[in-house]
């Protein structure tokens, strides 16, 4: 299942920043913490956590945290996403797919059949897909030209 175009190396090296991002996590409503770190196509990488609100609707996850920071910066082209999350002040147990609305943010920015979600367990496990893969016949800016 592990795609061929990215190396061990840059996987574990994802992995481990969305594993450090998780700390950051802002969550005291759910109690689950979620890091994600997002690799754009120049090679730079950005982290992200869940920031959750008293008001409950205004929560944004740990995706949408890490494209929001890297679209800010004028980023606009990614390769890949490592995502992990669980029950705050415990490992990372399951692994944790990105919601709905995450996946569509993604569709805005990433090219579906080549964008990589790399979902962690453990620094020892993960599971890679596309976005294609989590979003089959995703709406996008191509479908509204
Ligand atoms: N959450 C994320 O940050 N990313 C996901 O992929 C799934 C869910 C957050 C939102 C909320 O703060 C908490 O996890 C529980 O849903």
Redesign the pocket.
Known sequence: MNNPKMSEIEIKKLAELALSAREKSY?PY?G?S?GAALLTKSGNIYGGC?I?NAAYTP?N???RTAFFKAVSEGEREFTAIA?A?GAKSAAVKDF????GV?RQVMMEFCHPGEFQIILVQSMENHKIFTLEELLPMGFGPDDIA
């Open positions: 969550s759910s689950f979620v869940n959750e929560t996850c740990a995706e995502v999350g944790c797919p990105p919601c995450c």
